[in-house]
């Protein structure tokens, strides 16, 4: 099994859990080993997937997956850089991890969007 880091397993499990609530649906399944699974909507159409694995599935490692989502590292560089392995008719995030206008810019120098 693979050494998991808790502060790092936190980090990945809250911004996943957001995107997942910012983006709900069923159409596309992004993976962080060993840390987490959400299950998000598409940009465009997507329908609904009820069982098993959905047909769009994107998986990466926590370090690629907090780069995009504190705004660190764009979705075409990490797809050049083969950090992302994407398959399926939704496979393109680049909406999920753009930055929103409203994000607010903390401390750290991460991005977050401010709750409605």
């Known amino acids: 099994m693979r050494n998991v880091d808790p502060t790092i397993a936190a980090k990945v499990r809250t911004a996943a859990r957001r995107l997942a609530e910012e983006h709900p649906g069923k159409a596309v399944e992004l993976r962080i080993p060993p840390y987490t699974a959400v299950q998000l909507g598409a940009e465009v159409g997507g329908g609904t997937h009820r069982r098993g694995t ?25 797809k050049a850089s083969f950090a992302v392995t994407a398959s399926g008719a939704h496979a393109d995030l680049s909406h999920v991890f753009h930055p929103r206008a409203d994000a607010v810019t903390t401390p750290e120098g991460n991005a977050s969007t401010p709750r409605r």
Do not use: G, K, N
Request: glycine share 0%; proline share 8%; hydrophobic share 50%.
């Open 54 to 78: 959905p047909p769009t599935v994107v998986e990466m490692d926590a370090d690629t997956f907090l780069a995009l989502v504190e705004h660190r590292l764009d979705w075409a560089q990490a």
